[in-house]
Structures are given as C-alpha cells and as structure tokens.
C-alpha cells in the first residue's frame, strides 16, 4: 500500500501565545513547535496498515525550514520517507492542499490520512480540499478504520453516536482522537530517521484564498473569587452561582 501522511506543526500546546508586532501572526520568540497532535495519530494508523498490509508510508508537509523538526518526528515514529513542500509564503488550507495534490498526483497513493484539523489554527478544511482536488473518496473524523483489499470501512464520531462509512480506495481520511494511540518513537527510529533526508519540493500551491488581518488574544479572565472555607459559605456560594455566575 502506498500511503501519504500529511503533517503539519503546530505550537506546543503549552507555550504562552503572543501575537506579534503586526498584530496578524504569533510571536515566535521561544514558541516551540510540536507535530499536529492529530497529525500522530495519522502516522500512527499509517504504520499500522503498513505493518498489517506491507507497503510504504511517506510524509509530506507543508511549510518552512522549521517544519523539518515535525517531519523528523514522523520518520522517527517509523515513517519510511519525506516530502517537505517548501515555502515561507503565508499559506492556507486550499493552498496547502493545492500543493500537496500538486506532488503526490502522479504516485498512485492508495490512502491518504490527515488530522481532523490543526490544533493552532482549527479550519478541518485541509482534507476535503484535497480529496476534491484529487477526486479521491473523503472520510472525516474517523475514530475506527478497518480495510480490507481496496475496501474501507469508518467509524464516524457523530452527535449522540457514531456513523459507519463505507468506501473504496483511493481516499482521504482524516483522523480523530481515538483513532489509536500513537507509539513513542525509539532510539532505534530516532537513530534510523537521521538518515532518511527529506525531499525538498517547491511549493507550487499558488495562494491563499483567506489571509489573516487580525490575531487578538481573549480577554483576561477576572480573578477567583475565595467565598469561605467552611460550610458556613456555602449559602453565599450558591447564591453567586445563582445570581452573578447565572449556572444554577
Ligand atoms: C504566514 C504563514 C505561514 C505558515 N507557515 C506554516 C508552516 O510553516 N507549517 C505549517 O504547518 N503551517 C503553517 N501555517 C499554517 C497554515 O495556516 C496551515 O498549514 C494551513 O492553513 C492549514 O491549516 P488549517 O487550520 O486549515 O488546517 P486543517 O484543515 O485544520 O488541518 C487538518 C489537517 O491537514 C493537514 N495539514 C494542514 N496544514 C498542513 C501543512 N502545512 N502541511 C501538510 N499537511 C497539513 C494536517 O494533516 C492537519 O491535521 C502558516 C500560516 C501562515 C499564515
């Protein structure tokens, strides 16, 4: 099976976002940059349909030198091989995707798998442009995936309970939590990935549809308020919760 995994990185989900100077991008300053955590689950699912099946998982991502370090994660899982589309351009789902389909139309890839979305910018509009750029079948959010031969079977997460889907390969899956639990990479995948460099590709995905002209930070949540320490605070307590906080 030839699979594609589309990665993208995103800020450590514990780093303090700033916006920076121009008020429409983040601070990078000591941001570090970590692989989609949707993203592993991805790799995840594409080494186990590797595993099971045998073939060959590449990754493929979009972006500037800074992206290597996310694509070094991958292989270290024990991806077998890299793209990275290279552009420091400010680029968007559908121009990312533009690109991707752009590389990888001529190598027959069977099955694609993405995250559900990024978690920095959250659009869950990558996967769907690209089947339709591709004319590949779509599966989004997909918590169970079984394949047998060319036929896929999805579990979708749905409001109150889940959809079972059925398709053929090629697709295009997007993947949610759930999915799997991803592997820790090993010092023999981390040693192994050295030596798989990355194919450099520039970026042909014209431009971005939608550009950022604003990044505000919510407002500062009020400090907490400390009613008492005994019961004797607690008809005090419900009358906030009732009156100011409006929740009971
Ligand atoms: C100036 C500028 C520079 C940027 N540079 C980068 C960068 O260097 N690296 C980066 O990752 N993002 C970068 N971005 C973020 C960029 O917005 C996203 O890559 C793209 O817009 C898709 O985000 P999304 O929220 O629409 O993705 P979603 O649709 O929410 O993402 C869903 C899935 O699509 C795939 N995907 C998304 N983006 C990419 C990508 N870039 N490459 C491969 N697969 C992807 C992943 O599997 C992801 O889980 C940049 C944005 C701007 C404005």
Redesign the pocket.
Known sequence: MNIF??????PDTATRIKPAADGK?IDKTDVNFIL?P??EI?VEQALRFKEAQGGEVTV?????D??LN?IRKALAMGADKAIH?K???????I??ARA?ADVIKNSNPDLI??????V????????TFLGALLDFNVVNVAVKLDLTGTQLRAEREIEGGKEVVETSLPAVV?CQKGLNEPRLPTLKGIMASKTKKPEEIAFNGGS?YT??SELVKPPAKPAGKIVGADLSAVPALVDLLHNEAKVI
């Open positions: 995994v589309c990665v993208s990185q995103v991008s989609n949707y993203d991805a493929v991502s979009v972006g500037d800074t992206v996310t589309i552009t420091s351009d400010e680029i968007d789902g121009s990312a991707v798998l993405t995250g559900k979305e990024s920095d910018t959250n659009s869950g509009q990558f996967a997007s971005a550009t950022i």
